[in-house]
């Protein structure tokens, strides 16, 4: 019942919008944070 209230009511597909855009924002910030961390220091 979970599961087709998720993807047939408004706020269900509003939930599933909020949850892949969480999911797509966690792997952004990780492989970004991941990415600095790694880089060398410049001199200023």
Do not use: C, H, Q, Y
């Not at 979970?2 to 999911?23: C, Q, Y």
């Not at 924002?25 to 990780?30: A, D, K, V």
Request: charge should be neutral; avoid cysteine; aromatic fraction near 14%.
């Amino acid at each position: 019942m979970a599961w087709k209230e998720l993807f047939t009511t408004d706020v269900g597909l509003g939930s599933l919008a909020v949850i892949v855009f969480v999911i797509g924002m966690s792997i952004f910030f990780g492989r970004m944070f991941n990415k600095k961390m790694n880089e060398k220091p410049t001199e200023e």
